[in-house]
């Protein structure tokens, strides 16, 4: 079953961009933090904890993968929210408010029409993609947060 899964995957990433592999990473951190969120307001608490775990595991992997050196300030910036997203997992899971995931789910979608507006960027104009990127999250980022 796990070489099924693994060339799912593979394909399923097969041919995509850069950024619309980072806009499928959020697509699964809001899923799974939606998902611990109905989990644990259902009171199903080992349930709950699952998603958040897997919810964190795309967090950390979005924070690992940061380059500050390309990304200068907005990776800083990123780096810093990816570390608040997870330091809320955490009290999520200590305290089993799932409350508190709606501010970590609006966080993620926020950051994640940044990224859908460089992909629409990159679409008009490939040539300017690293520019209109780097433009693009910048102004988002400064006006979410």
Do not use: C
Not at 32 to 50: D, H, L, P, T, V
Not at 79 to 90: D, E, F, G, K, P
Not at 102 to 128: C, F, M, V, Y
């Amino acid at each position: 079953m796990d070489g099924k899964l693994g060339t799912y995957h593979t394909i399923e990433t097969h041919g995509k961009s850069q950024v619309e592999l980072i806009i499928k990473v959020y697509d699964g951190a809001i899923a799974a933090f939606r998902s611990a969120q109905k989990e644990y307001q259902q009171g199903q608490n080992s349930a709950g904890w699952e998603k958040l775990n897997q919810a964190r595991k795309f967090v950390t992997h979005l924070y690992t993968t940061l380059d500050p050196e390309a990304g200068g300030e907005i990776a800083d910036n990123l780096s810093r929210l990816y570390a608040y997203i997870v330091n809320q997992t955490n009290v999520v899971e200590a305290t089993k408010d799932s409350n508190l995931i709606d501010d970590i789910i609006t966080i993620l979608d926020n950051l994640r029409l940044g990224w859908l507006g460089i992909k629409q960027q990159q679409t008009e104009s490939p040539a300017q993609v690293e520019k209109s990127a780097s433009k693009s999250l910048s102004e988002h980022f400064t006006t979410t947060g």
